[in-house]
């Protein structure tokens, strides 16, 4: 720098000069600055393509669908249909249990099998995880189509069960309702869960559980006592990874859920489709969003006051 | 069972496929023992006292604690506790819920809970810890902890590995002490592996000293370290001048031997069996050897020349060049009056002279 300035004191200007400086003395003294200049390509992708979208969404929510055009005064209207119309709550509510249900389904499956390959597994995880990916490769639409099949009027389990004379007539309330989107969503997203669990256990120092031994658990108590509590990050990972996408999920509940497994995310679909209103779809969403953000911030709370009592 | 078997190691192995670890070593531990496994890297240290807490299981033979037999006893049910080399203090838990993790099955209530931790703190004086979180310890407090955690109950035996290992030199000291009079204090009989050959000296009434699984020799630290009972002992423990030597005569509780450049000698040969003309060693410390410029009027003297000085503040280290010999002879000396040895470059004359009972006989391995 100084030696550009030596030889081309003309191309550089002292005041020109002068701010370069000041800009790279900022930067080298600010370390928040710094962090800026680093993140700044991610940065600049995360603005433009999820906090601009997401500004839209809320611009959106407070306008209002006038058959084919959109009024644009700022109203609350969507907001207050919502809170007007008892089904949406009621869907909304529908679509957190199922999640929250197959959050703990997911998570109950996906820890024997993470605990498995961090405990007893010693040569070739790597092969072990790729495996349980494996399913994975295909497409989700597929996924579900398959559960469609085992589940479905002459489907796998009800032909089964009819071969082995166990029943005489198809059984109709494994498909179509609340219990196919369950099962069908844990199995669709058990691998998310699994890898953020068995990085955890994977973690845990083996001398802490013989320590635990030595100072007299039983197997069973130093689980509860030491594993599951140091394992609790990936659990919580697990179940957030699982719980967000899923309380929003359309493809499951329209394929397996029947009348009884409409969830949120069909209704905001059809806002966005066939029933054209953008503006109460977008709001939808906005307290879609903010409905997850309450559960899971009472939901870490609660794990604090946990920990801290335990 | 007596109390000198309270710890009865049986013909004990451990084998890790080809390895093995620990093979047919037998050991007998008394009652309030401190006993000490001092070995090289690798030697099976840390293999036999696992085996003793229950996480390795021998392949052959049998341990007893206090006349129990082990093999059918699961490590949770063992009169035994361990302090880990890495302490494995509990991340999640706090200072008084890490001492006092093995008294939940007691179903305490929180005073007597609280009572019997706040004793354990007194003991290793960290009262005003109960809440501290693990994170927030010293290297120094977490190895108390783990000390506490594993004596709260009371077990007949403590096994320690390497717990001083991670200490500063001065901290180590520090503990070494505390150690052996906590030790002292609770009467429990304390199992002590280390590869520190000083720290097993400071601190064990009997100290086992290993290699490549089996045990060379089983003594107090005086005899270990006066006696030693063979080559690889006196090798590992101080430091030690070996001459060859061939026994001429043994009679009742002396042995001549001939010791070649240091001449004829008469020495005891120990508890070790000599027949005369065998092939010997005579070994001396380097402390039990004088060293003077001047040529001394009695006992046994050798002539030689100074290969090099070590000044170390309160001793010097000399080494000696000895015709004959091919190392140079180690030599340590008090700095009573030695200064004049140190010169600029020392090269000249000094004479060694020792006692007959400063030799030691060992066989020719
Ligand atoms: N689980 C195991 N599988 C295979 N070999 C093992 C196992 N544990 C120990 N060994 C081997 O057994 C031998 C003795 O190991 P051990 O850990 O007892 O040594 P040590 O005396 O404690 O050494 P250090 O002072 O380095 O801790 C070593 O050669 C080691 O490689
Ligand atoms: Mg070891």
Redesign the pocket.
């Known amino acids: 720098m100084t030696d550009r300035v030596v030889s081309a004191p003309d191309v550089v200007t002292p005041a020109r000069l002068g701010v370069v400086a000041k800009y790279r003395r900022a930067i080298m003294r600010s370390e928040a600055l710094r962090g800026y200049n680093l993140l700044s390509p991610t940065l600049l992708f995360m603005i433009l393509f999820l906090a601009l979208p997401l500004g839209l969404l809320l611009v959106f929510s407070f306008w209002t669908q006038n058959y084919l055009d959109i009024d644009y005064s700022f109203t609350l209207a969507n907001y207050t249909k919502f809170f007007d119309r008892p089904v949406f709550s009621y869907l909304l509510g529908k679509s957190i249990l199922i999640s929250g249900s197959v959050t703990i389904a997911t998570v109950i499956l996906a820890y024997p099998m993470a605990y498995y390959i961090a405990f007893r597994v010693h040569k070739h995880k790597l092969v072990w995880l790729i495996l349980i990916t494996v399913p994975f490769w295909t497409s989700y639409l597929l996924r579900v189509f398959a559960w469609k099949v085992i589940l479905g009027y002459n489907g796998v389990i009800n032909s089964g069960l009819m071969e082995l004379g166990l029943i005489s007539e198809p059984l109709e309330f494994i498909l179509y309702n609340p219990f196919a989107v369950v099962i069908t969503l844990a199995h669709a997203w058990a691998a998310f869960a699994i890898l953020p669990i068995y990085v955890s256990l994977e973690k845990i120092d083996r001398s802490l559980l013989e320590a635990a031994t030595d100072l007299g658990d039983t197997p069973i108590m130093r689980f509860f006592r030491i594993t599951l509590p140091l394992s609790m990050p990936g659990v919580i990972a697990a179940a957030m990874l699982v719980f967000i996408p899923t309380v929003g999920d359309f493809v499951t509940p329209k394929m397996v859920g029947g009348t009884d497994g409409v969830m949120i995310g069909n209704v905001i679909q059809s806002m966005f489709g066939t029933s054209h209103n953008w503006p109460f779809g977008a709001s939808l969403s906005i307290i879609s969003m903010t409905a997850i953000t309450i559960m899971i911030v009472v939901f870490l709370w609660i794990n604090r006051i946990m920990r801290r009592r335990a | 069972m007596s109390d000198e078997q309270f710890i009865s190691i049986q013909n004990v192995s451990k084998h ?2 080809d ?1 093995h ?2 093979d047919r070593v037998s050991i007998d531990i008394a009652r309030g023992e401190f006993f000490s496994l001092l ?10 006292l ?1 085996m003793l807490a229950g996480f ?1 299981f021998p392949t052959a033979g049998e341990i007893f604690i206090d006349g129990q037999a082990m093999s059918t006893v699961a490590p949770n049910h063992r009169p035994v506790n361990m302090v880990f ?1 890495s302490y494995a203090i509990f991340p999640h838990l706090n200072v008084s819920q890490n001492i006092g993790y093995s008294l939940r099955k007691d179903k305490l209530s929180k005073a007597d809970f609280n009572s019997r931790v706040g004793e354990m703190l007194d003991l290793i004086k960290l009262s005003g810890y109960e809440d501290r979180a693990s994170h927030e310890l010293s290297g120094g407090e977490r190895q108390r902890v783990a000390l506490a955690r594993a004596l709260i109950r009371r077990p007949k035996v403590l096994l320690l ?2 717990p001083l290992g991670a200490l500063d030199k001065q901290l180590r000291e520090q503990m070494q002490l505390e150690l052996r009079s906590l030790q002292r204090a609770v009467g429990i009989t304390f199992v002590f ?1 280390t ?1 520190d050959q000083e720290e097993a000296l400071t601190m064990s009434d009997r100290i086992a000293v ?1 290699s490549k ?1 089996r045990y060379l020799q089983i003594d107090t630290p005086t005899k270990l370290y006066e006696a030693p009972q063979n080559r690889e002992v006196a090798d590992f423990i101080g430091t030690m001048n070996f001459f060859d030597a061939s026994v001429q005569d043994v009679g009742d509780g002396q042995a001549s031997i001939d010791a070649g450049p240091l001449g004829k000698l008469s020495v005891s040969p120990g508890n070790l069996a000599f027949s005369s003309g065998q092939a010997a060693l005579a070994a001396i410390r380097p402390e039990k050897i004088s060293i003077s410029s001047e040529k001394p009027s009695g006992g046994h003297v050798v002539e030689g020349t100074m290969d090099a000085a070590a000044y170390l503040g309160d001793r010097s280290h000399f080494y000696v060049r000895v015709p004959g010999v091919d190392k140079p002879v180690a030599v340590s000396a008090q700095n009573i009056d030695q200064t004049h040895l140190h010169g600029d470059g020392n090269q000249g004359q000094v004479w060694l002279s020792w006692s007959n009972d400063a030799v030691v006989l060992l066989n020719k391995d």
């Open positions: 890790f496929g390895v670890a620990v070995g090289p890297s690798g030697c099976g240290k840390t293999t036999l696992r390795e080399q590995d390497e592996v590869h290993m699984g």
